[in-house]
């Protein structure tokens, strides 16, 4: 059958990459959570004193962008693909509130979104790949033959972060974690380069009232339809 690719976009933490990497592991397509780049980025800069407090060194990041190298690997325990920084697995380091809190102001940068948008339709150049993030249906892959735009209540979405982040045993209290997801939506769809928004011809999904396989099952539903097309 001739693969296609799958753009899934959406506001943070609404399900996206649950979904993704479900349908993903079931048609035996390539998984890849570009926001897993852009919070690589924002370790990168933090671990190596590109932030003083809030603000960014713009100018030395954009020198080190060339020396940021991020891939990912299939993890056998969990199945899922981790997040490697320059051959180091981040994939813990890089879920965590600080880097959540520091990744919007990082994704909006020109130069960032170049270097990994690049990086991003390389990935993507053989099809067969299922991508999720906030601009994969209209920068990245513009020409994906499905999109679907995924959102939920901000009070939905930083429950089921705090359930996840609890079940962590990670520290973060709800209304962090919900102003956390207000800003960066706020972020991410007022910046210059990209802004998150749905895509013309993307399908709209409000998830907030249904489950991980009620979702699952929509979206496989929507995947055979565009094969049968
Ligand atoms: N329909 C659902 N009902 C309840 N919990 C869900 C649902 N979908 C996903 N979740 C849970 O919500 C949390 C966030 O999901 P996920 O990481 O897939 O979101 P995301 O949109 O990819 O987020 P981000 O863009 O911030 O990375 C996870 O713990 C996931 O298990
Ligand atoms: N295509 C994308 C993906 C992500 N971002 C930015 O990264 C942040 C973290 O992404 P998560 O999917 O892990 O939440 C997100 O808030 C965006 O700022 C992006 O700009 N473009």
Redesign the pocket.
Known sequence: MKKITIAIDGF?SCGKSTMAKDLAREIGYIYID???M??AVTLYSMENGLFTGNDIDTEKLKEQIKDIHISFQLNPDTGRPDTFLNGVNVEKKIRTMEVSSR??PI?ALDFVREAMVAQQQEMGKSKGIVMD????GTTVFPDAELKIFVTASPEIRAQRRYDELKAKGEEAGFDEILENVKQ?DY??QNRAVSPLRKADDALLLDNSHMTISQQKEWLAAQFEKVCKA
């Open positions: 943070s570009s926001g897993a852009y919070r990744v919007s994704a993030g906030r601009d994969i960066r972020i991410d």
